[in-house]
Nanobody
Framework: EVQLVESGGGLVQAGGSLRLSCAASGFTFDEYSIGWFRQAPGKEREGVSCIYRDSDIKYYGDSVKGRFTISADNAKSTVYLQMNSLKPEDTAVYYC???????????????????????WGQGTLVTVSS
């Protein structure tokens, strides 16, 4: 059974930092593109960041470029999202996900390969106060 368990969310002031972690199990970790998307209340899912496994290229959404950094530890089957210079508009539930290239109804904004959701976790809430 595929499991993606997020942790590290919380309340932080604008300008602060948080590091999210996602512990993965139930699949071959380094064979799937993996990353993060977020969803704020009343808004659509937004792709935040993703690692393409076949090339190790990292994708970042325009709204987080230069502030967020994604990384993966294959030995621990864990993916991280370091979030710096947080803004109130970053407030959302953050989900860890693995992606498929097969067209799916479960989509997030992002390039092909980091768009169609295969599995995702329960999410962790990030709240940034102004």
């Amino acid at each position: 059974e595929v499991q993606l368990v997020e942790s590290g969310g919380g309340l932080v002031q604008a300008g602060g930092s948080l590091r999210l972690s996602c512990a993965a199990s139930g699949f071959t970790f380094d064979e799937y593109s993996i990353g993060w998307f977020r969803q704020a209340p009343g808004k659509e899912r937004e792709g935040v960041s993703c690692i393409y496994r076949d090339s190790d290229i990292k994708y970042y959404g325009d709204s987080v470029k230069g502030r967020f950094t994604i990384s993966a530890d294959n030995a621990k089957s864990t993916v991280y999202l370091q979030m710096n210079s947080l803004k109130p508009e970053d407030t959302a539930v953050y989900y860890c996900a693995i992606y498929t290239v097969t067209r799916s109804l479960e989509v997030v904004s992002g390039p092909f390969g980091c768009r169609y959701l295969e599995h995702w976790g329960q999410g962790t809430l990030v709240t940034v106060s102004s």
